[in-house]
């Protein structure tokens, strides 16, 4: 005996609204192109992949000629034809560096060890240009000893500041 399967709920709470609303259908239907068109429709997606762009899973009920989806600026497209225009998108194109800067930096591989030795040597040199020496110490703390000396005299109280 088959059983029965509920009736689905009108409306399925789900955060992305492309996906609660879909028909069983595939997008495209690969069984009508050539061996020739084929291959080049998966080129061009393998292209269009560069730029977070896949093939919809499933054709969404509200928009049924659409195709593909642009995961970056969350958008459908119907064709291959409108993803390359949308690829030459200015705002695409800025949300597809920024990406593409992030996976740079999480990626980054960790420093050999001549660079954490050019570091180290860049360091060395800021501290020998900038830093104190044992002269400029000694004159500071003379300074404050000196300053430290005039406030208690100016302001008897203010010595369990110091
Ligand atoms: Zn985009």
């Known amino acids: ?37 084929l291959l080049g429709l998966q080129q061009a997606e393998e292209r269009l992949k560069r730029d977070y762009i896949y093939r919809l899973k499933k054709q969404p009920r509200s928009y049924p000629s659409a195709k593909y989806t642009c995961k970056l600026c969350d958008v459908l497209i119907e064709s291959v034809a409108f993803a390359h225009k949308h690829i030459k998108d200015k705002r695409h194109k800025k949300i597809l560096k920024e990406k593409q800067e992030e996976q740079l930096l999480t990626a980054l591989p960790p420093p050999t060890p001549s660079q954490i030795q050019a570091i180290c040597v860049a360091i060395e040199n800021v501290v020998q ?33 110091f």
């Open 129 to 161: 240009e900038f830093g104190l020496n044992n002269e400029d110490l000694e004159e500071r703390l003379n300074i404050k000893t000196v300053m430290e000396n005039l406030l208690r005299q100016k302001l008897p109280g203010i010595c369990n500041l």
């Open 1 to 37: 005996i088959k059983k029965l399967r509920k009736p689905r709920q009108s409306r399925r709470t789900r955060k992305d609204e492309y996906d609660h609303d879909e028909v069983d259908n595939p997008v495209i239907d690969e069984s009508v192109l050539s061996a020739k068109e």
